[in-house]
């Protein structure tokens, strides 16, 4: 399946966006998707995730409670609405695909990393100015 993230901008500290990652060759419905992000001479970062069916996500630390992961399945998209966004949010998202019997990347005791992901779009730069 590829993928391809949009949605970027720049926007004030305090401000919302919405990504949204289309996929195209392939049915979203037979992967656990999920969002990274990375700053320059950074890792990529895990920012959230949600099962094949949208029953289960996972959300990083950092952005839990601004920040919120949906699909739907019917556009062959998935969702990254951001909201009170701060300057550290600036990044390059990606969104990922991964197997949808890879069930610990929704394990609130796991942090998903990119090996568990087979399919990766090109990212979509976030700019969060203060």
């Known amino acids: 399946v590829q993928l391809q993230a949009s949605g970027g901008g720049l926007v004030q500290a305090g401000g919302s966006l919405r990504l949204s990652c289309a996929a195209s060759?392939?049915?979203?419905?037979?992967?656990?998707m999920a969002w990274f992000r990375q700053l320059p001479g950074k890792e990529r970062e895990f920012v959230a995730a949600i099962s094949w069916n949208g029953g289960r996500t996972s959300i990083a630390d950092s952005v839990k409670g601004r920040f919120t992961i949906s699909r739907d399945n019917a556009k062959n998209t998935v969702y990254l609405q951001m909201n009170t966004l701060k300057p550290e949010d600036t990044a390059v998202y990606y969104c990922a695909a991964a197997s949808s019997y890879q069930g610990r990347i929704l394990s609130s005791d796991y942090v998903p990393n990119r090996a568990d992901f087979a399919s990766w779009g090109l990212g979509t730069l976030v700019t969060v100015s203060s």
């Open positions: 060759g392939g049915t979203l419905s037979s992967y656990n």
